[in-house]
């Protein structure tokens, strides 16, 4: 079969075609920028989150060794049983 359509009608359907393509590659490039920006207020928060544990632990190690020794346990009595 013959192809009947003019040339004008052939580029207008390309435009069209290569209009709908070039908006749907704007779209993926959008997405995927709104997906790398959100990686990285993740990251960003992680990386926060995880200095502030390790300043904590840090302190509570400071603590524990800058804390006075328990005292030694006092002697556990003996217990007497009386005879019966």
């Not at 997906?35 to 960003?44: D, G, K, P």
């Not at 603590?63 to 009595?77: E, F, I, L, S, T």
């Amino acid at each position: 079969m013959a192809d009947t359509r003019t040339g004008a009608d052939r580029n207008a359907a390309r435009t069209r075609a290569q209009n709908h393509f070039a908006a749907s590659e704007q779209r993926d490039t959008l997405v995927r920028q709104m997906i790398e920006t959100e990686r990285a207020s993740v990251a960003a928060r992680t990386d926060k989150l995880r200095a502030l544990r390790l300043a904590k632990e840090e302190a509570d190690r400071q603590a524990a060794a800058n804390a006075p020794k328990p005292d030694a346990p006092a002697k556990a009595r003996k217990r007497v049983r009386k005879a019966v």
